[in-house]
């Protein structure tokens, strides 16, 4: 991880490259529950590796959490590059301050994914939802399976759910002196990581959702340009 | 509450099974150190996002109250007397704002909390939390045996627990990723701080305090990490008795002391009925121990009295520590299933 080596040097240098496109697949994004609803929020569902995040900050999108992720191949969908930025709302905002957005997923150095890609025109983050998973190895059968965010193995995939491990495998536990470092496995990890959906079975899953809900859309690289990132508009509830 | 030590009329039977997990809520750290807030924070309301009265507003009002009610942790948050006029919230300013806004300006999800902190270098703290809430979602009471996705009084109190620097964990708690998420049982208000949730606001701003207060759920979490109703359905019996009825059952201590307590399950024919004496006791389990600050999932089986045809509510009760718990209107909820009974 490349970490604050002077913020002035790193607004000079803001190297978010921001599409010229501001036309959206969607103009509305649903409430993610159910798999089915990820899917449809989906243009592409890929694989790749995570090297090193860095910074950048632009007066519109605001600090972004870059992850590079390289080697990447598509599983599902339309996404034609081997390398992919995911660029995430939260980092430094000053020399002394930084945002961070809990609810986002967060990527880790030297760490494998399979993302789903949102379709419509994000702002926040480009995944949908908290449908990144870490991609581990399960030395017992020597297969790719997945961990989620939470940090808990992904035992299976339904109409019906995601299931999981009912212990996490990781600890998430963010510490800000190293951002991104990659999480450790907990002890007993081995046991809960043969327990673990293999990936390819995942796929398999995925490939029988995708019936009911076929991917759809294209995935911008970029975040929305009609947006500030410290400015949100408010919007009281509409009458019932 | 204060229930007579009725004696069972019931026998168990078969099994009875009980899990409990104790200690776990995620927070966030710099070097190794908890990061939290140095000082109590005051939220300003986006003026239009909560009329008066609203729904909003209550939604609102009851996520501080409860996170404030947490004994043992101290007293971090409160709304503001100002508001905010204006037609946005600005994140970088200094002021801790909270509004209503439309999905679709939060990326999708239900709520989203902004949080500012001081560069890590050996420690660091908290120093702005802006929260936005999916004007779409549904600000009423969430019926303590339902499944609720979309409730914002949960959202409300999810999001301020990140606001006080709680990180997500999945367990029977208010900090799981997406709803559902675990209610307690009783007429009045179902959504409230759980036992990991409590015991993160200890963690991060304790005060030396105990708590006591048990409490009874219709949910459970699965061994597939889901939250699900205890029991569901209708189930049928003779009026004559003697069959076997299994049921799940859930009991939260979010105190922090351990407690022994009795349990009991009643039917009765009016939903309301949250007092065994306002029903037919059908079963009782004489002092199980509930450690502080967990969930405990159980299993019983016991057969079934002999009781008038009808259809009934189940309910399920814990007796209380009168008169010291926190709350005394969570001891007993109305399980998901009905029981009815055929003259046979």
């Known amino acids: ?240 | 509450m204060n229930r007579k030590n009725i004696v069972a009329g019931a026998v168990l039977l078969s099994g009875f099974l009980m899990a409990s997990h104790a200690d776990a809520f995620g927070f966030f750290k710099c070097s190794g150190n908890e990061m939290n807030w140095n000082d109590p924070f005051q939220m300003v309301r986006n003026k239009a996002s909560f009329p008066p009265g609203s729904g909003s507003e209550s939604s609102l009002k009851n996520a501080i109250g409860r996170w404030n009610g947490v004994q043992g942790m101290a007293d971090m948050v409160s709304l503001s007397s100002v508001t905010n006029p204006l037609s946005f919230i600005e994140t970088g300013d200094g002021q801790n704002d909270v509004a209503l806004t439309n999905r679709n300006l939060i990326g999708g999800n239900n709520g989203l909390t902004l949080l500012i902190h001081n560069l890590c270098v050996l420690s660091s703290s908290w120093v702005e939390a802006d929260v936005l809430v999916a004007n779409d979602l549904m600000p009423g009471h969430v019926a303590e045996d339902s499944l609720m996705t979309d409730s914002q009084r949960v959202t409300f109190l999810h999001e301020f627990g990140h606001v006080h620097g709680l990180g997500h964990s999945q367990h029977f708690n208010n900090m799981r990723t997406v709803q559902p998420r675990p209610v307690v049982g009783g007429t009045n208000e179902t959504v409230d701080v759980l036992p990991d949730d409590a015991n993160g606001g200890r963690f991060l701003y304790p005060n030396g305090n105990f708590e006591i207060n048990l409490f009874a759920s219709a949910q459970r979490k699965t061994s597939g990490d889901q939250i699900v109703l205890n029991n569901t359905g209708t189930k049928t019996f003779c009026s004559s008795g003697g069959a076997t009825i299994t049921l799940n059952a859930t009991v939260g201590n979010n105190g922090t002391i351990p407690l022994t307590s009795d349990q009991r399950w009643w039917v009765s024919t009016s939903a309301d009925a949250h007092s065994v004496g306002q029903g037919i006791q059908i079963f009782t389990l004489n002092n199980t121990t509930f450690a502080a600050g967990s969930v405990s999932q159980q299993t019983v089986a016991f057969k079934m009295p002999a009781l008038p045809a009808g259809t009934y509510f189940l309910f399920h009760g814990v007796d209380g520590i009168p008169p010291n718990e926190s709350r005394d209107d969570d001891n007993a909820v109305r399980e998901a299933v009905k029981i009815k009974v055929n003259n046979c």
């Open chain 1, 1 to 240: 991880m490349r970490y604050q080596s002077g913020f002035k040097g790193l607004l000079l240098a803001a190297t978010l490259t921001v599409s010229s496109n501001p036309v959206a697949f969607a103009d509305s994004i649903r409430a993610v529950g159910a798999p089915l609803d990820a899917l449809s929020n989906t243009a592409a569902i890929v694989e790749g590796a995570v090297k090193e995040n860095t910074y950048t900050f632009d007066r519109m999108a605001g600090p972004r959490t870059v992850a590079p992720l390289v080697e990447v191949i598509t599983d599902f969908g339309r996404y034609g590059d081997r390398t992919l930025e995911l660029a995430t709302l939260g980092g430094p905002i000053s020399e002394k301050q930084e945002l961070f957005i809990p609810e986002l997923p967060q990527l880790t150095d030297e760490t494998r994914y399979l993302v789903f890609l949102t379709n419509v025109d994000w702002f926040f983050s480009p995944v949908v939802e908290n449908y990144v998973f870490r991609l581990e190895i399960d030395p017992r059968r020597g297969t790719d399976v997945l961990i989620a965010p939470s940090g808990h193995v992904v035992t299976g995939l339904s109409e019906a759910g995601l299931e999981f491990s009912e212990e996490p495998v990781v600890d998430t536990q963010v510490d800000f002196s190293r951002p991104h470092a990659r999480f450790p496995l907990l002890k007993g990890a081995p046991e809960l990581l043969a327990t673990a959906m293999s990936k390819d079975d995942f796929l398999v899953a995925v490939r029988g959702l995708l019936s009911s809900a076929p991917l759809q859309g294209e995935f911008h690289s970029a975040p929305a340009r009609d947006r500030v990132w410290n400015q949100i508009p408010t919007e009281a509830a509409p009458l019932r």
